[in-house]
């Protein structure tokens, strides 16, 4: 039985890996299980210089998920090169690093991290076009097509020696425009979907939750929306998907896989359950042996629409 | 200090007033490793709604019979669900969690003040203060009703104090006063406090004054209870940049946040 | 204390409606409850020829919500005149007439129908222009500035006797784009949200549940994005809005209209509780009364950012 | 006939086999304008997962004691919620629902045919029916260990068959084939049927070979269950358009409708 696979050239033991900003960089859930489990960790949204955040209250709980306005807090690419990746590098998984333009948010900004990432001993590099937590960047690109190729365009030219993956944002019309607009401009995968834009108020004391008043809705609750999304994106673009949006288990990423993703990440599941990710990988071994599937690449995209 | 996922034995359980319930748990591994003022993440069924984990802190360690014990009161659906658990049932446990612990140092006379369910954390602190420390406690409750803890409370302090904001029981007034006037004639040397915000603004304000050190156990809503998720982020006004409730916390020493 | 609100002219009872498909023309649910306690009836989506909807499975169960494709099956505004106008006329409630263009889904088809509502004993007429399950129409106009324009104006120039309110969806980048749109082509009001386009995969028969493959999510699950449409639109036009999206009790209402909206709308909150609406018009009373509320229109956009 | 909305009584749970439960429930209301062949919408808690009402078919009416029934297997969580239920428990349900029923209307020779666990809603009909009504029944199972109702259906019958797919107990088969050859000689007037689709087909098959009538009971995903979300449609094919599970049926005539 194989479930090793290879996502635009990042070899993964098996399709699980742990959403950024849900996993720090590695180091607390590590105390709990061994990450060489897992297909890849996803590090914390890492910019070129430090990034301070949002106010508290950043997280609330809502029905069947929660919200978050962390606002990419991150200590910079030069602390995660002398702390966190020597640790990462422990472990036999593969190690992407999720990357964004930091405060300023242009496009100079994304490009300079990158330039940086692309000499490190990682795997690959996830764009983050779409967290909606953040005054600059981020969504002032990723819900355009000339946003997402304009600037996948110019990270692709300093990322030479890393597969590049652009994460999306689910807040759009047609999720199949930035995924075309990613692979126009030569990434190698996408990721989807980030959070849904949203907000939850407390009617006692009539404010929103969140300091940043909105955040972004993340758990099961939109996991249908996320399995729709993984499918549009899939079937509009050559180059292979990672899906995630509230993967609970196995099953669900067996839904995310037959929709077409390549592989999965584990989100705000890892909160609920740290061991969430390794179940995952348990469940999907499950299903691959109750339906006699040889090779986790059979199932990738195979949905049959009615 | 590694954290570990458990389920564990539920041995005793008592309602202690309305809606506030202690719960007695029975592990080893919990036991052996866990500090007073750290908390437990804990998972109150396996259904999506309650979603996340509740963050609740210990109460006391019994590491002769390996009972680690916590007290909460029932705000919602999750706190609801928890009390309904049985005896003989296992509770799904993230913990212990926290490096901010309430710790003693070598300090010999120190002030412990709680307010309300925020007495319910202090109570290992002063159980496990050795003999020759001074443990002067002051409860605040708002009134009679939600006394907790009286009689525990009152066994392990050397001092104690009990204050009712309508005066209905104890001392009338807020525990934070009685604190003051004893202050300098007792010979604080450190102050620990777990209470409402207002007490612990007030808290912070007298060590600023009396430049006295006093550790808070603060409180937030929180993602992961294990610092990956930056949810439960406070100021360092030392450092300059966020630290984590869960993580860096609970407790921290009052000069250093901003609350 | 008083609870009646004046929505764009439509006067009702109470801040309290049942939302569009989720409560057909009313008969069911009269042998549950008496409709005159309804601030207003919010019919199924009528077209002017009868339609024949999506095949069957129509709907399935999600976390905390639900998925439908009912494609709009309707008896055409014929029947509707002469079978359920009669009948809900018997009730002290506003009857607000859900319209659409029908299978052709045409301009002129929506102008035909809104030509015979016009003409007709009703409160209101809600203008679909944000189903997820039809071919034509809706969605081809609900998602530009340009599509809801042109069909508000065509509309409004036949419906010149009744208030028109626009049914928006949340498949949008800019929820703000289609409410100023509606309100700049002459709408009286907006109502939102619609359901989410969302799947479902069957990983055993690796087929979707519905027949029409997507379907649109709805339910608890997706409030709190619901929330922040409504608080967004609300700030970006001065007609009044209608807020809908999982709304459950009282507390739910109160944040509707603490972001923005002036009335709100019971949806699939009907299925799980046929009393659903009537419990949430006492939870409005009692949120009313412990904060000494005189006039529940004190508390509509009540919300403070923080 | 109103559809109610009640909260009434489970006076008596039985389980028949694994994951099978047979409810009691005591209610005036739902048994005073209960038929068979209805069902009964059931929200198994005030959770909101899961989120919407459960159909389940009535199984029995018993106008003296006011009690109906119900028997359900458990499949996902929603049923096995409902199979928690204690003796004591109020059940929200939301019925009788449906204006398709299992009507003998004037037929006195009729077959009842059930596959495993459609077997449970044609047993009112049975039961229920006049002395001077044939009533010839064919239940057909996979194996032994699903068998259920055996005696209560044998007692109510005029003539009784019981199959297994596998042979383990009764008739070794399909029901549906022996229907078939009983069909002619025992001058069937009508067929009622409930089960699994594959059967469903062959007695709509049977039925327009044979021209004798037959009413299937139909089950599909469900919204609201009262006729007003469109959810549950069938095509109707006299009519040339859709009919409504819940409110048309669930009992249909065959040959009215495309299975």
């Known amino acids: 039985m194989n479930t090793q696979i290879n996502f635009a050239g990042i070899k993964m033991k098996n399709p699980v890996t742990v959403a950024s900003g849900t996993f720090g960089y590695g180091r607390e859930y590590s105390e709990i299980f061994d990450l060489s489990k897992l297909g890849a960790v996803i590090t914390k949204g890492t910019s070129y210089k430090p990034k301070m955040g949002n106010k508290n209250p950043r997280v609330c709980e809502t029905t069947a998920g929660m919200l978050n306005a962390i606002g990419l807090e991150n200590p910079g690419v030069d602390y995660f090169i002398e702390n966190d990746l020597p640790f990462l590098k422990k472990f036999d998984t593969a190690i992407i690093v999720n990357a964004f333009g930091g405060t300023g948010g242009t496009i100079q900004d994304y490009v300079n991290v990158c330039e940086v990432l692309n000499k490190l001993d990682i795997d690959g590099v996830e764009l983050n076009l779409s967290c909606p937590n953040v005054k600059a960047g981020c969504l002032a690109y990723g819900t355009t097509y000339e946003g997402v190729k304009e600037i996948t365009t110019a990270v692709r030219k300093v990322l030479t020696s890393k597969p590049l993956i652009i994460k999306l944002t689910p807040n759009i019309t047609d999720i199949t425009i930035p995924a075309k607009a990613a692979e126009d401009a030569g990434a190698d995968a996408i990721s989807l979907i980030n959070t849904l834009t949203a907000m939850k108020i407390d009617i006692n004391t009539r404010k929103p939750i969140l300091a940043n008043n909105t955040g972004g809705l993340s758990g099961p609750a939109i996991k249908p929306v996320a399995v729709r999304m993984v499918y549009q994106a899939s079937k509009a673009v050559k180059i292979p998907v990672m899906g995630l949006g509230g993967i609970m288990n196995g099953d669900d990423a067996i839904e995310f896989m037959l929709a077409g993703a390549s592989c999965i990440s584990i989100g705000a599941g890892n909160f609920v359950d740290p061991l969430c990710s390794i179940k995952t990988i348990e469940g999907i071994e499950n299903y691959m042996k109750k339906y006699n599937i040889e090779d986790i690449n059979e199932i990738i995209g195979g949905v049959q629409m009615n | ?259």
Chains 1, 3 share one sequence.
């Open chain 2, 1 to 259: 200090m590694p954290t570990k996922l458990v389920q564990a034995e539920l041995v005793k359980k008592q309602k202690l007033i309305t809606n506030i319930f202690k719960f007695s748990i029975f592990s080893k591994e919990l036991v052996s490793c866990a500090k007073p003022g750290q908390f437990l993440e804990i998972r109150v069924s396996n259904d999506l709604v309650p979603f996340l984990r509740r963050p609740i802190s210990i109460h006391s360690i019994d590491k002769e019979n390996n009972i680690i014990e916590f007290i909460f009161q029932v705000k919602g659906k999750g706190t609801e669900i928890l009390s309904s658990k049985q005896i003989g049932d296992n509770i799904d446990i993230l913990g212990p969690l926290g490096n901010g612990t309430f710790d003693l140092k070598d300090y010999k006379n120190v002030a412990v003040i709680g307010g309300g369910i925020g007495v319910f954390p202090l109570y290992e602190l002063v159980k496990s203060s050795p003999k020759d420390v001074e443990t002067n406690t002051y409860l605040g409750f708002r009134n009679k009703e939600l006394v907790t803890l009286e009689n525990e409370f009152k066994e392990a302090s050397s001092y104690f104090i009990l204050t009712t904001d309508d005066g209905s029981y104890g001392e009338n007034g807020f525990a934070i006063d009685y604190l003051k006037k004893d202050i300098e004639k007792k010979n604080i040397e450190a102050i620990y406090a777990c209470g409402p915000m207002p007490m612990l603004k007030a808290v912070k304000k007298l060590s600023e004054e009396t430049k006295i050190p006093a550790y808070l156990s603060l409180e937030k809503l929180m993602g992961c209870g294990v610092g990956a998720c930056l949810g439960c982020n406070v100021m360092n006004v030392k450092k300059g940049s966020y630290d984590k409730v869960c993580k860096d916390g609970p407790v921290f020493l009052a000069e250093d946040v901003e609350i």
